[in-house]
Protein backbone atom coordinates (compact mmCIF):
# COMPACT_ATOMS: atom_id res chain seq x y z
CA UNK A 1 0.00 0.00 0.00
CA UNK A 2 1.48 3.49 -1.45
CA UNK A 3 2.16 5.81 1.75
CA UNK A 4 0.10 9.28 1.01
CA UNK A 5 1.80 12.51 2.30
CA UNK A 6 -0.28 14.86 3.36
CA UNK A 7 -0.21 18.20 1.62
CA UNK A 8 1.26 21.11 3.29
CA UNK A 9 -0.86 23.49 5.55
CA UNK A 10 -0.30 27.12 4.05
CA UNK A 11 1.17 29.63 7.03
CA UNK A 12 -1.18 31.09 9.94
CA UNK A 13 -3.82 33.08 8.67
CA UNK A 14 -3.70 36.70 10.02
CA UNK A 15 -6.96 36.69 11.78
CA UNK A 16 -5.60 33.36 13.82
CA UNK A 17 -2.29 35.12 14.83
CA UNK A 18 -1.88 35.65 18.62
CA UNK A 19 -0.47 38.94 19.84
CA UNK A 20 2.36 38.39 21.90
CA UNK A 21 4.98 37.50 18.79
CA UNK A 22 3.98 39.78 16.49
CA UNK A 23 3.66 42.97 18.90
CA UNK A 24 7.53 41.51 20.12
CA UNK A 25 8.51 42.38 16.09
CA UNK A 26 6.83 45.10 15.54
CA UNK A 27 8.56 46.92 19.02
CA UNK A 28 11.38 45.21 17.89
CA UNK A 29 12.00 46.62 14.71
CA UNK A 30 12.42 50.00 16.30
CA UNK A 31 14.96 49.03 18.07
CA UNK A 32 16.94 47.53 15.27
CA UNK A 33 16.29 50.69 13.13
CA UNK A 34 17.68 52.28 16.58
CA UNK A 35 20.45 49.64 16.24
CA UNK A 36 21.38 50.36 12.13
CA UNK A 37 21.05 53.82 12.05
CA UNK A 38 24.86 55.25 14.15
CA UNK A 39 26.35 53.13 11.83
CA UNK A 40 26.02 55.19 9.01
CA UNK A 41 27.36 58.01 10.54
CA UNK A 42 30.83 57.89 8.37
CA UNK A 43 34.39 60.02 8.13
CA UNK A 44 35.99 59.83 11.89
CA UNK A 45 36.97 57.71 14.33
CA UNK A 46 34.49 55.42 15.98
CA UNK A 47 34.01 53.21 19.28
CA UNK A 48 31.39 50.40 18.95
CA UNK A 49 29.89 52.34 15.95
CA UNK A 50 29.84 55.71 17.73
CA UNK A 51 31.39 58.76 16.18
CA UNK A 52 34.32 59.11 18.76
CA UNK A 53 34.27 62.20 21.77
CA UNK A 54 30.23 62.58 21.70
CA UNK A 55 29.00 65.50 23.81
CA UNK A 56 25.00 66.91 24.86
CA UNK A 57 22.24 65.31 23.90
CA UNK A 58 24.54 63.00 21.22
CA UNK A 59 26.26 61.32 24.42
CA UNK A 60 23.52 61.08 26.24
CA UNK A 61 21.31 59.50 22.91
CA UNK A 62 24.97 57.69 22.03
CA UNK A 63 24.96 55.98 25.91
CA UNK A 64 21.09 54.68 25.93
CA UNK A 65 21.40 53.35 22.48
CA UNK A 66 25.04 51.01 23.11
CA UNK A 67 23.46 49.68 26.70
CA UNK A 68 19.79 49.50 25.82
CA UNK A 69 19.07 48.83 22.26
CA UNK A 70 22.77 47.58 20.39
CA UNK A 71 22.92 43.80 20.87
CA UNK A 72 19.58 43.61 22.21
CA UNK A 73 17.49 43.77 19.41
CA UNK A 74 19.08 40.91 16.93
CA UNK A 75 19.20 38.30 19.69
CA UNK A 76 15.48 38.70 20.26
CA UNK A 77 14.51 38.84 16.74
CA UNK A 78 16.72 35.67 16.74
CA UNK A 79 14.76 34.07 19.74
CA UNK A 80 11.29 35.22 17.59
CA UNK A 81 12.39 33.64 14.62
CA UNK A 82 13.28 30.34 15.77
CA UNK A 83 9.88 30.29 17.64
CA UNK A 84 8.20 30.87 13.84
CA UNK A 85 10.19 28.03 12.66
CA UNK A 86 9.55 25.65 15.76
CA UNK A 87 5.94 26.70 14.77
CA UNK A 88 5.97 25.81 11.16
CA UNK A 89 6.81 22.14 12.07
CA UNK A 90 4.72 21.81 14.66
CA UNK A 91 2.10 23.13 12.04
CA UNK A 92 3.20 20.54 10.13
CA UNK A 93 3.15 17.74 12.31
CA UNK A 94 -0.41 18.60 13.15
CA UNK A 95 -1.36 18.08 10.03
CA UNK A 96 -0.55 14.54 9.66
CA UNK A 97 2.99 15.81 7.25
CA UNK A 98 5.79 13.30 7.76
CA UNK A 99 9.38 14.50 8.31
CA UNK A 100 11.18 14.18 5.24
CA UNK A 101 8.72 16.83 3.58
CA UNK A 102 8.24 19.41 5.94
CA UNK A 103 11.95 19.49 6.35
CA UNK A 104 12.32 19.60 2.59
CA UNK A 105 9.51 22.55 3.19
CA UNK A 106 11.79 24.20 5.80
CA UNK A 107 14.81 24.04 4.30
CA UNK A 108 13.78 25.48 0.70
CA UNK A 109 11.80 28.03 2.79
CA UNK A 110 15.41 28.72 4.33
CA UNK A 111 17.09 28.63 0.86
CA UNK A 112 15.14 31.46 -0.49
CA UNK A 113 15.93 33.30 2.58
CA UNK A 114 19.15 33.14 1.92
CA UNK A 115 18.53 34.56 -1.58
CA UNK A 116 16.71 37.51 -0.72
CA UNK A 117 19.09 38.01 2.14
CA UNK A 118 22.20 38.06 -0.48
CA UNK A 119 20.08 40.21 -2.53
CA UNK A 120 19.31 42.79 -0.21
CA UNK A 121 22.91 43.37 1.59
CA UNK A 122 24.13 43.84 -2.57
CA UNK A 123 21.44 46.30 -3.17
CA UNK A 124 20.40 48.04 -0.06
CA UNK A 125 22.00 47.26 3.47
CA UNK A 126 25.23 45.32 3.69
CA UNK A 127 24.51 44.19 7.19
CA UNK A 128 21.48 42.15 6.32
CA UNK A 129 20.36 39.37 8.46
CA UNK A 130 17.74 37.67 6.73
CA UNK A 131 20.72 35.57 4.69
CA UNK A 132 21.88 34.35 8.42
CA UNK A 133 18.38 33.54 9.64
CA UNK A 134 18.27 31.55 6.46
CA UNK A 135 21.77 29.84 6.93
CA UNK A 136 20.94 28.81 10.46
CA UNK A 137 17.44 27.52 10.04
CA UNK A 138 18.99 25.47 6.92
CA UNK A 139 21.19 24.13 9.20
CA UNK A 140 19.47 23.99 12.21
CA UNK A 141 16.36 22.00 10.91
CA UNK A 142 16.92 18.49 12.31
CA UNK A 143 17.51 20.23 16.08
CA UNK A 144 13.38 20.50 15.75
CA UNK A 145 12.99 16.55 16.38
CA UNK A 146 15.00 16.86 19.44
CA UNK A 147 14.37 16.16 23.25
CA UNK A 148 14.41 19.14 24.77
CA UNK A 149 17.44 18.60 26.67
CA UNK A 150 19.75 18.47 24.12
CA UNK A 151 18.50 21.63 22.37
CA UNK A 152 18.98 22.93 25.90
CA UNK A 153 22.69 21.90 25.70
CA UNK A 154 23.66 22.91 22.13
CA UNK A 155 22.38 26.36 23.19
CA UNK A 156 24.74 26.54 26.32
CA UNK A 157 27.17 25.13 24.66
CA UNK A 158 26.73 28.26 21.72
CA UNK A 159 26.27 30.73 24.28
CA UNK A 160 29.77 29.34 26.44
CA UNK A 161 31.82 29.66 23.00
CA UNK A 162 30.16 33.50 22.42
CA UNK A 163 31.26 34.43 26.10
CA UNK A 164 34.36 33.58 26.07
CA UNK A 165 36.51 36.76 25.48
CA UNK A 166 39.01 36.56 22.58
CA UNK A 167 41.51 39.10 21.40
CA UNK A 168 39.17 41.27 19.79
CA UNK A 169 36.49 43.60 21.85
CA UNK A 170 33.73 42.15 19.83
CA UNK A 171 30.63 44.79 19.45
CA UNK A 172 33.36 47.59 20.93
CA UNK A 173 35.73 47.02 17.64
CA UNK A 174 37.88 50.66 17.21
CA UNK A 175 38.30 52.61 14.05
CA UNK A 176 40.59 55.45 13.50
CA UNK A 177 40.30 55.59 9.80
CA UNK A 178 39.01 58.95 8.68
CA UNK A 179 37.61 57.52 5.24
CA UNK A 180 34.22 56.09 4.28
CA UNK A 181 33.30 52.48 5.00
CA UNK A 182 32.24 52.45 1.25
CA UNK A 183 30.52 48.91 1.60
CA UNK A 184 28.25 50.57 4.70
CA UNK A 185 27.80 53.80 2.40
CA UNK A 186 28.44 53.00 -1.12
CA UNK A 187 30.43 55.87 -3.86
CA UNK A 188 28.54 54.84 -6.80
CA UNK A 189 25.89 51.66 -7.56
CA UNK A 190 29.01 49.92 -9.01
CA UNK A 191 31.41 50.25 -6.68
CA UNK A 192 28.32 49.20 -4.14
CA UNK A 193 27.90 46.16 -5.71
CA UNK A 194 31.61 45.02 -6.17
CA UNK A 195 32.71 45.84 -2.68
CA UNK A 196 29.91 44.68 -1.03
CA UNK A 197 30.27 40.95 -3.02
CA UNK A 198 33.63 40.52 -1.96
CA UNK A 199 32.51 41.62 1.57
CA UNK A 200 29.37 39.47 2.04
CA UNK A 201 30.82 35.91 1.59
CA UNK A 202 33.45 36.97 4.37
CA UNK A 203 30.69 38.33 7.24
CA UNK A 204 27.01 36.57 6.21
CA UNK A 205 28.72 33.56 6.96
CA UNK A 206 29.88 33.83 10.60
CA UNK A 207 26.64 35.60 11.77
CA UNK A 208 24.93 32.33 12.06
CA UNK A 209 26.82 31.31 15.11
CA UNK A 210 26.12 34.49 17.16
CA UNK A 211 22.84 33.63 16.55
CA UNK A 212 22.35 30.31 17.52
CA UNK A 213 22.30 30.29 21.20
CA UNK A 214 18.74 32.57 20.94
CA UNK A 215 17.33 30.92 17.69
CA UNK A 216 17.56 27.64 19.82
CA UNK A 217 15.97 29.14 22.67
CA UNK A 218 13.31 30.55 20.72
CA UNK A 219 12.45 26.45 19.17
CA UNK A 220 12.36 25.25 23.30
CA UNK A 221 9.59 28.26 23.85
CA UNK A 222 7.37 27.52 20.56
CA UNK A 223 7.65 23.91 22.08
CA UNK A 224 5.97 25.22 25.57
CA UNK A 225 3.44 27.52 23.86
CA UNK A 226 5.41 30.40 26.26
CA UNK A 227 4.17 33.16 23.97
CA UNK A 228 1.35 31.32 22.02
CA UNK A 229 0.15 31.12 25.77
CA UNK A 230 1.80 33.96 28.12
CA UNK A 231 -1.18 33.56 30.22
CA UNK A 232 0.22 30.40 31.34
CA UNK A 233 3.61 31.07 31.60
CA UNK A 234 3.31 34.41 33.77
CA UNK A 235 5.80 33.53 36.40
CA UNK A 236 8.05 32.85 34.21
CA UNK A 237 7.88 36.18 32.26
CA UNK A 238 7.86 37.96 34.77
CA UNK A 239 11.31 36.84 36.07
CA UNK A 240 12.33 36.76 32.80
CA UNK A 241 11.78 40.24 32.00
CA UNK A 242 12.68 41.88 35.40
CA UNK A 243 15.96 39.69 35.25
CA UNK A 244 16.84 39.68 31.38
CA UNK A 245 16.26 43.66 31.27
CA UNK A 246 18.33 44.23 34.59
CA UNK A 247 21.04 41.94 33.08
CA UNK A 248 20.85 43.96 29.66
CA UNK A 249 21.23 47.43 31.37
CA UNK A 250 23.87 46.59 32.94
CA UNK A 251 25.93 44.35 31.40
CA UNK A 252 25.86 47.23 28.52
CA UNK A 253 26.55 49.85 30.95
CA UNK A 254 30.17 50.14 30.63
CA UNK A 255 30.19 50.40 27.13
CA UNK A 256 27.38 53.12 27.16
CA UNK A 257 29.25 54.93 29.98
CA UNK A 258 32.13 54.61 27.53
CA UNK A 259 30.92 55.47 24.07
CA UNK A 260 28.88 58.85 25.76
CA UNK A 261 32.43 60.07 26.99
CA UNK A 262 31.08 59.90 30.67
CA UNK A 263 34.29 57.52 31.51
CA UNK A 264 37.56 57.45 29.78
CA UNK A 265 38.44 54.60 26.99
CA UNK A 266 40.41 51.80 29.18
CA UNK A 267 43.28 49.47 28.20
CA UNK A 268 43.02 46.65 25.57
CA UNK A 269 42.01 43.90 27.88
CA UNK A 270 39.71 45.75 29.59
CA UNK A 271 38.12 46.75 26.33
CA UNK A 272 37.70 43.48 25.13
CA UNK A 273 36.37 42.61 28.94
CA UNK A 274 33.63 45.58 28.53
CA UNK A 275 32.80 43.95 24.74
CA UNK A 276 31.99 40.83 25.35
CA UNK A 277 30.37 41.95 28.39
CA UNK A 278 28.09 43.52 26.37
CA UNK A 279 27.34 41.14 23.88
CA UNK A 280 26.95 37.88 26.30
CA UNK A 281 24.42 40.34 28.26
CA UNK A 282 22.65 41.23 25.08
CA UNK A 283 21.12 37.95 24.78
CA UNK A 284 18.96 38.13 28.20
CA UNK A 285 18.47 41.55 27.58
CA UNK A 286 16.55 40.71 24.20
CA UNK A 287 15.07 37.90 26.08
CA UNK A 288 13.77 40.14 28.82
CA UNK A 289 12.30 42.83 26.34
CA UNK A 290 10.52 40.06 24.71
CA UNK A 291 9.46 38.70 28.14
CA UNK A 292 7.91 42.44 28.37
CA UNK A 293 6.29 42.31 25.52
CA UNK A 294 4.32 39.24 26.44
CA UNK A 295 3.36 40.28 29.66
CA UNK A 296 2.36 43.14 27.86
CA UNK A 297 0.46 41.52 25.09
CA UNK A 298 -1.77 39.39 28.00
CA UNK A 299 -3.17 42.62 29.49
CA UNK A 300 -3.85 43.84 25.82
CA UNK A 301 -4.97 41.02 24.13
CA UNK A 302 -8.94 41.31 25.06
CA UNK A 303 -9.35 44.73 24.22
CA UNK A 304 -6.98 45.97 20.93
CA UNK A 305 -6.65 48.92 20.55
CA UNK A 306 -5.87 51.21 17.41
CA UNK A 307 -1.78 51.26 18.71
CA UNK A 308 -1.42 47.57 19.51
CA UNK A 309 -2.85 46.92 16.46
CA UNK A 310 -1.07 48.65 14.16
CA UNK A 311 2.33 47.95 16.29
CA UNK A 312 1.22 43.69 15.78
CA UNK A 313 1.02 44.73 11.87
CA UNK A 314 4.29 45.45 11.41
CA UNK A 315 5.42 42.48 13.38
CA UNK A 316 3.23 40.29 10.81
CA UNK A 317 5.00 42.13 8.15
CA UNK A 318 8.18 41.81 10.19
CA UNK A 319 10.19 41.23 6.64
CA UNK A 320 8.40 44.10 4.26
CA UNK A 321 9.10 46.68 7.19
CA UNK A 322 12.82 45.78 7.63
CA UNK A 323 13.06 45.59 4.44
CA UNK A 324 11.42 49.24 4.08
CA UNK A 325 14.00 50.55 6.33
CA UNK A 326 17.04 49.73 4.49
CA UNK A 327 15.39 51.73 1.32
CA UNK A 328 15.83 54.58 3.45
CA UNK A 329 19.22 53.87 4.82
CA UNK A 330 20.22 53.93 0.81
CA UNK A 331 18.23 57.37 -0.07
CA UNK A 332 19.63 59.32 2.96
CA UNK A 333 23.38 57.60 3.29
CA UNK A 334 24.56 56.69 -0.21
CA UNK A 335 27.01 59.06 -1.84
CA UNK A 336 24.64 58.76 -5.30
CA UNK A 337 21.87 59.80 -3.33
CA UNK A 338 21.16 62.49 -0.59
CA UNK A 339 25.34 61.71 0.78
CA UNK A 340 24.41 62.71 4.66
CA UNK A 341 26.81 60.28 6.78
CA UNK A 342 29.08 63.14 6.80
CA UNK A 343 26.26 65.57 8.05
CA UNK A 344 24.23 64.21 10.68
CA UNK A 345 24.64 64.07 14.19
CA UNK A 346 24.25 60.71 16.24
CA UNK A 347 20.69 62.19 17.77
CA UNK A 348 19.79 62.99 14.27
CA UNK A 349 19.99 59.84 12.77
CA UNK A 350 18.00 58.43 15.52
CA UNK A 351 15.23 60.59 14.89
CA UNK A 352 14.89 59.13 11.30
CA UNK A 353 15.01 55.61 12.52
CA UNK A 354 12.13 56.75 14.82
CA UNK A 355 10.20 58.54 11.86
CA UNK A 356 11.28 55.44 9.56
CA UNK A 357 9.14 52.91 11.72
CA UNK A 358 6.44 55.24 12.40
CA UNK A 359 6.07 55.04 8.66
CA UNK A 360 6.18 51.13 8.76
CA UNK A 361 3.62 51.24 11.56
CA UNK A 362 1.29 53.50 9.64
CA UNK A 363 2.07 51.81 6.44
CA UNK A 364 0.88 47.77 7.79
CA UNK A 365 -1.41 49.06 9.47
CA UNK A 366 -3.43 50.46 6.35
CA UNK A 367 -2.28 46.85 5.08
CA UNK A 368 -3.88 45.48 7.82
CA UNK A 369 -7.33 47.19 7.44
CA UNK A 370 -7.39 45.96 4.16
CA UNK A 371 -6.57 42.26 5.18
CA UNK A 372 -3.22 42.44 2.96
CA UNK A 373 0.09 40.51 3.84
CA UNK A 374 3.48 42.24 2.91
CA UNK A 375 4.30 41.47 -0.61
CA UNK A 376 7.80 40.11 0.74
CA UNK A 377 5.59 38.04 3.32
CA UNK A 378 3.49 37.14 0.41
CA UNK A 379 6.76 36.18 -2.18
CA UNK A 380 8.77 33.99 0.76
CA UNK A 381 4.89 32.20 0.88
CA UNK A 382 4.54 31.45 -2.42
CA UNK A 383 7.96 30.23 -3.05
CA UNK A 384 8.30 28.37 0.21
CA UNK A 385 4.93 26.24 -0.41
CA UNK A 386 4.59 26.70 -4.27
CA UNK A 387 1.52 27.70 -4.41
Known amino acids: MTAVTAPAPGPT ?3 ERVLAPDLARGFMLLCIALANSHYFLQGGPTLGGFPRGLTGVDGVVAGVLSSAVDGRSYPMFATLFGYGVAHIYARQQ ?5 W ?3 R ?3 RRRSLWMIAIGLLHGLLLYVGDIIAAYGIL ?10 KDRWVAGLAALFFVVLAVPYGDSGSLAISSADKVDTTMVPETIVSQLVDRALALPLVVPWEPVALAFPFLVGILAARHRVLDEPARHLTLLRWMAVVGIAVGLLGGLPTGLMVSGVIAQPADAT ?17 GYAAAIALLAVRLSARRGVVTQAIAAVGQRSMTCYLSQSVVWTVVFAGYALDLSGTLSVTAVAGIALATWLATVVIADLMRRRDRRGPFEVLLRRLTYQR
Open 13 to 15: RLG
Open 94 to 98: AAGRE
Open 271 to 287: LNLFGTLHDSTGYFGGF
Open 100 to 102: KPT
Open 104 to 106: KLL
Open 137 to 146: AFLLVPVLRW
